[in-house]
């Protein structure tokens, strides 16, 4: 085709491109209806995100309509646009539809606003347009018909107007219908079209030379196409969403309007609830204020009594004081709280008073300290501080409540009385309910060369011999809260080990609580000397009085060594008279030898029997049974029995239990008690000799009985035969007795006499650790 330099362009539409630019002009008009519904119904934030999203689809739907309305135009030359000139354009049509939704979106339109916001979206529209004629890269020169220009940019602005004012009409979503809103985007689509055309006609094209296509794109087809797509798309992606939202919105706004109706209805039910209430506060604060009354009289009882009353929380941290401890301390309640009352115990007691309060409110057990506090005149006395756990029904601490009461005057006398007892000879003590040394006099100090910081507390015990230095024993001893008594050696300051005695009795207050101990220490040295040398003496004595018991049994223990020795000798003699024999019976022979070995055994048992009972050595204690004791003492003293024509029967019970012993001992104590029941019948001759041996369980153990048919004790010395020295006997030294009772007892057991009609009957007893059934 030959074209003109100097005739302008003629160019052509193709009307399905154009009918496609005014549905997408009619789309973008209804989506800009309905979003400026939801950009007049959203707040703070999400009006921001509607109002931009809502200007980017509506910007995008008027720009594909403008640039679809230009791709419809053909020219006869080849028409290219200016990529970054395109963008801007897009921009433009964003920024312009962002003012129509706020402008549309306010609660209030007046005149001026409508004017003012039709004026800027109508040049946003028209700079829209222009910007994409501007974009056009094609061989020619673009003139405008100045008219033309006018026309369309009033009616850019008049089409915004009416736009403005149909958007603003129906942004209230519960007032429009889909027909109503649908006609009104036709409309504005179809104004929207008329002023692109308008502007699109205004335009001439007179061909130059080639233009610059740098930066310039060619529009396909499928680009065409495609730009119509998209903005589709978004259009009906913001048309979904901005449905989904309202529909959302619609319950929302339902179910507030359902809270709303329910918050009602309780509201006339609290209503009723309240009035309830109301009277319930009213009686509660009418017994709170009895409560409170009964508070104030209470405090003023408290704060009349002659006693400083405390109180703390679980915690530990003080929190009230009555009038006598704040007037006596000079402060007020504020300074005396929580940590505020330990900066008037003295400096010397300040750490074990903390320290001990602390512990009784980790452990929740009673305090009880004694300190010294700083009155308002810079004085300190002395002070016995209780303090005691109020528990709940679960047994958790709720409340500390305590008293201190003035032991000035006490501690004054302790003080007097301590001068005193320093004076004394002999070594005397005080120690805490715990056992913890508070005093020790002078005489302690000096024996033990110990300074009374090194003896306070428990430091007393390191000067006893380390067998007597058990601990636990020492503070059961004080936690029984009775009088006792302990043997222990203490160490002198030479180092040499002395047996004291300790006693200790305590000192109760009006509750019966122990608040003090007091004690001495007395040294037993020559005592405990003195009583070894006694049982050495008795022992040696006991040695004595079973030698003279083998003096004399000698008749019968000759004969019973006699009989097994004799016939030792017949049975010897006869196996020499076999051996000289031409032919010896080795039958016989073998009987002879069997009865010369039993025959030595039974010597060699008695002498053995002996042999113990005259042996000197130290005591031996061991497990035994004692009816072998008894067994063993019956064929020693048999033949002795069967000399005096005494008749005896034994009646031993089985299964006994064993005890600890002295095999020894016990023999001593069974021969003296079978010698003296046959002397005692020697002497009668009207009633059979009859002697009866008896063991039984009992409770401690076992029981012995030695019963004779004699004539029996006279009453009137049945209460000193025990006594040592103490005889019946013309050739008796009187010690027989007594020694079997001193060994009875230091087996732990008893020995004594039981009055009969007939006879003598003496019994004893020895402990078990073990009772048989």
């Not at 409770?699 to 004779?708: A, E, P, R």
Request: aromatic fraction near 8%.
């Amino acid at each position: 085709m030959i074209i003109s330099a100097n005739v302008a362009l003629t160019g052509s539409y193709d009307y399905s491109e154009v009918a496609r630019s005014v549905l997408i002009a009619i789309a973008a008009s209804y989506a800009a209806l309905d979003l400026a519904g939801r950009v007049t119904a959203a707040r703070g934030r999400i009006r921001l995100a509607w109002l931009g999203g809502g200007a980017t689809a509506m910007g995008i739907g008027i720009w594909a309509m403008h640039f679809k309305g230009m791709l419809a135009f053909h020219l006869p030359v080849p028409v290219e646009y200016h990529w970054p000139t395109v963008l801007a354009s897009l921009l433009a049509a964003i920024l312009a539809s962002a003012v129509a939704l706020y402008v549309a979106s306010r609660q209030k339109l007046g005149l001026v606003d409508a004017l003012m916001g039709s004026i800027t979206m109508g040049a946003g529209i028209a700079g829209l347009h222009y910007l994409c004629m501007a974009a056009m890269r094609l061989p020619a020169s673009t003139s405008y018909s100045p008219l033309l220009v006018a026309c369309s940019i009033l009616l850019a602005i008049l089409f915004s107007l009416i736009a403005l004012l149909m958007a603003f009409g129906l942004r209230d979503e519960t007032r429009w219908s889909v027909p109503r809103r649908l006609g009104s985007a036709t409309v504005m689509g179809l104004a929207v079209s008329a002023m692109h055309y308008t502007g699109m006609a205004a335009a001439h094209f007179i061909p130059t030379s080639p233009p610059d296509l740098s930066h310039a794109v060619s529009i396909s087809p499928l680009a065409n196409n495609g730009i119509a797509i998209v903005t589709l798309i978004v259009l009906v992606a913001a048309s979904v969403t901005s449905s989904v939202d309202r529909r959302a919105s619609g319950e929302v706004r339902q179910l507030n309007l359902d809270l709303e109706r329910r918050v009602a209805e309780r509201t006339l039910q609290l209503e009723a609830v309240n009035q309830a209430l109301r009277r319930e506060i009213a009686e509660r604060e009418q017994a709170e204020e009895a409560l409170r009354r009964s508070e104030d009289r209470l405090r003023l009882v408290i704060d009349t009594i002659p006693q400083q009353i405390w109180s703390s929380p679980p915690d530990g941290s003080l929190d009230f004081f009555n009038a006598q401890w704040l007037s006596f301390k000079g402060f007020t309640q504020e300074e005396m709280r929580g940590q505020g009352w330990q900066r008037t115990l003295h400096p010397d007691d300040r750490e074990r008073v903390v320290r001990a309060w602390r512990e009784s409110v980790a452990k929740g057990t009673p305090y009880e300290q004694e300190e010294r506090h700083q009155g308002a005149d810079g004085q300190y006395r002395w002070f016995l501080a209780r303090g005691v756990p109020l528990r709940d029904s679960q047994g958790q601490i709720i409340r500390w409540y305590g008293t201190n009461t003035d032991i000035e005057d006490r501690k004054e006398a302790e003080g007097r009385l301590r001068l005193v007892i320093d004076t004394l000879p002999a070594l005397v003590w005080s120690k805490l309910p715990d056992g913890s040394a508070d005093f020790l006099n002078q005489r302690f100090l000096e024996y033990t060369g110990l300074s009374l910081e090194e003896a306070l507390g428990w430091g007393w015990m390191n000067e006893f011999h380390p067998e007597d230095r058990a601990e636990e024993e020492w503070r059961a001893a004080f936690a029984a809260g009775e009088p006792f008594e302990k043997e222990a050696r203490l160490r002198r300051a030479d180092g040499a080990y002395r047996w004291f005695l300790f006693r200790g009795v305590p000192l109760r207050d009006e509750l019966g609580h122990v608040v003090k101990w007091y004690g001495t220490s007395t040294d037993i040295e020559d005592r405990r000397r003195a009583e070894e040398a006694l049982l050495e003496a008795q022992y040696k004595l006991a040695q004595v009085t079973r030698t003279q018991a083998m003096g004399e049994l000698a008749a019968a223990i000759a004969h019973e060594v006699n009989q097994p020795l004799t016939a030792i000798v017949t049975n010897a003699n006869f196996s020499l008279r076999q051996l000289k024999s031409s032919n010896p019976s080795l039958d016989e022979l073998r009987a002879a030898i069997t009865e010369i070995v039993n025959d030595g055994t039974r010597a060699s048992a008695v002498i053995s029997r002996i042999r113990g009972l005259l042996v000197t050595g130290s005591s031996r204690r061991t497990e035994l049974e004692i009816n072998e004791i008894i067994r063993d003492v019956i064929t020693l003293l048999r033949n002795e029995l069967t000399r005096n024509r005494v008749q005896l029967r034994t009646e031993l019970a089985a299964n006994l239990p064993r005890v600890q012993g002295d095999p020894v001992q016990l023999q001593q104590v069974l021969i003296n008690l079978i010698l003296n029941a046959i002397e005692a019948m020697r002497l009668s001759t009207e009633q059979p000799r009859k002697l009866v041996i008896r063991s039984a369980k009992n409770s401690d153990g076992v029981l012995v009985k030695v019963q004779d048919s004699g004539p029996g004790i006279d009453p009137e010395r049945a209460n000193r035969i025990f006594e040592p020295f103490f005889t019946t006997k013309t050739e008796g030294i009187g010690m027989g007795l007594s020694i079997s009772r001193s060994i009875i007892e230091s087996h732990g057991g008893r020995l004594w006499n039981v009055s009969l009609s007939h006879g003598a009957l003496f019994q004893f007893t020895l402990p078990s650790d073990r009772i048989s059934d």
